[in-house]
């Protein structure tokens, strides 16, 4: 008997969206009664991941809407430019971040408090 030919695609399409999901980075806090180290290992991916590109898309939009950047007198273009040089800086210190927390998540010291505020970017 053969098998059907999407059945194996369907399968796989199931696997992935199941890896996805569990794999998901999940916000453990106290509330849950989330193991400290895990919160921490939460912590060190998310950052890693999405350290570098939330820094810098905040760090635009910080700048470029702050009153001076909207103001007649502040030219729109430099505080762009700003806010792109302040997130890459701030994305790389959340990158390092995210590498210390998770070479270090078994280890407990600073009582597991994250190294940046606040805990995770987005």
Do not use: C
Not at 53 to 68: I, K, M, N, Q, Y
């Amino acid at each position: 008997m053969r098998a059907h030919p999407f059945g194996r695609a369907r399968f796989a399409v199931g696997i992935a969206a199941l890896l996805l999901v569990a794999g998901a980075p999940l916000r453990a806090t106290a509330d849950t009664g989330a193991p400290a180290a895990l919160t921490k290992l939460t912590r060190g991916v998310t950052n890693l991941a999405l350290g570098l590109p939330g820094e810098v898309l905040t760090g635009v939009v910080r700048e470029a809407h702050s009153d001076e950047g909207l103001s007649s007198t502040g030219s729109y273009a430099a505080h762009f430019l700003a806010g792109l040089i302040m997130g890459l800086g701030w994305g790389a210190a959340r990158v390092g971040s995210g590498v210390v927390d998770i070479v270090t998540f078994p280890v407990p010291f600073n009582d597991n408090r994250p190294l940046l505020e606040p805990d995770y970017v987005l």
